[in-house]
């Protein structure tokens, strides 16, 4: 759970009852408390560049989401759920990193209602197909969970929508907060995972690889459909010894009648210079492999390069993940290996 030293309320938030109790569960806390009287965040202290994502990594912000137009969310889903944007998490490589801005604060909204409201226009406009809709797009929603329950509402009203389902992904362990959630199979869980060296060197605050693993056989307990996203896959010293002694704690914990309704995605690791840019200012010291003469350059379907690894390590990768899950998750689905 997300513990921040410093929460700024946007005044319009405290018109709804959520904002309301909020207000007054953090002024019972020992922190800073501030009221924006507009949408426009301030108080967030910083001088250099590290400062400044120190102190925005530390900071709530509770608002009222005004724009109702959803961004689309291709390939994986058709929109984007907006429930929270940010995280506390301080992983070297999140792809948040690059589109936050200098002080990557956590916004959550109190206008839960006419979020999901929304959602159910957009449902109606597709005519009896069904829309998926991603919630952790430009988050991780779990961290602030314990405030709003907004996940527990959407997956509530998602399993009362023919047409409507639901995933988001997560590195953290609070399910506690969803589990007893209706979901009616509705709303897919996915975690995000990596060996406990790739964890430990790169995922700061973030919950270790046996901690997500317990959280992840409670949901699936709980009978949600869940998914496993590998990633980033690195290769280094002793890697395939590594990745393969996660899936086989995977498989120790996640009984097999279940296998069923798991999914992998595989994603090795990959890198934009703007990205690497980012991060070298704010992890000086990071041991990230990005010498770009080691990668193959390769242009995205959004139009900008990446470095990625060479069309050999590619496949020895793939070649792997497929033997591994193939042997250990022979009734899950591979969704892909890339
Ligand atoms: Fe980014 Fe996810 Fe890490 Fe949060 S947990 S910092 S969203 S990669």
Same mark, same amino acid.
């Given at each position: ?8 309320? %946007?005044?319009? &938030?405290?018109?709804? $009852? #959520?904002?309301?109790?909020? *207000?007054?569960?953090?002024? @019972?806390?020992? !922190? /800073? ?100 809709? %991603?919630?952790? &797009?430009?988050?991780? $929603? #779990?961290?602030?969970?314990? *405030?709003?329950?907004?996940? @527990?509402?959407? !997956? /509530? ?113 990959? *890198? ?6 980012? !991060? ?59």
């Amino acid at each position: 759970m997300f513990k921040p030293k410093r929460v700024l309320i %946007e005044k319009d &938030a405290l018109n709804y $009852p #959520l904002g309301e109790r909020l *207000y007054k569960q953090f002024q @019972n806390m020992d !922190i /800073e408390l501030i009221i924006l009287e507009t949408t426009r965040t301030k108080g967030i202290p910083g001088t250099t560049k590290i400062e400044k994502y120190g102190h925005g990594k530390n900071t709530l912000v509770v608002g009222v989401k005004k724009s109702l137009t959803f961004q689309t969310c291709k390939p994986s889903a058709h929109y984007q759920l907006p429930l929270v944007t940010g995280c506390m998490g301080q992983c070297e490589y999140c792809y948040l990193n690059t589109q936050l801005g200098d002080k990557p604060y956590t916004r959550m909204y109190v206008n839960i209602d006419e979020i999901l409201g929304k959602a159910k226009k957009y449902i109606n406009e597709r005519n009896g197909e069904i829309t998926i809709f %991603e919630g952790a &797009a430009t988050s991780d $929603p #779990l961290p602030v969970e314990p *405030y709003t329950h907004a996940l @527990n509402k959407a !997956i /509530e009203f998602f399993a009362k929508e023919e047409q409507g389902r639901f995933r988001f992904v997560t590195k953290f362990t609070n399910v506690e907060d969803i589990i007893n959630a209706k979901h009616n199979g509705h709303t897919t869980v996915r975690f995000s995972i990596n060996t406990d060296k790739v964890i430990k060197r790169y995922e700061h605050r973030t919950p270790n690889a046996r901690s997500r693993i317990e959280a992840a056989y409670k949901v699936l307990e709980a009978d949600y459909p869940i998914g496993f996203i590998i990633a980033p896959v690195f290769i280094y010293d002793r890697w395939k010894n590594e990745y393969r002694m996660l899936i086989k704690d995977l498989n120790n914990k996640l009984a097999v009648d279940k296998h069923k309704n798991i999914s992998f995605e595989i994603i090795s690791h990959r *890198y934009t210079t703007k990205a690497k840019n980012r !991060i070298t200012e704010i992890f000086p010291e990071t041991t990230l492999p990005m010498t770009d003469e080691e990668r193959t350059f390769k242009y995205g379907q959004f139009g900008y390069g990446k470095y990625v690894y060479n069309k050999e390590q590619l496949l020895e990768m793939k070649d792997f993940f497929n033997e591994q899950l193939g042997s250990y998750f022979s009734h899950s689905e591979i969704k892909y290996i890339i």
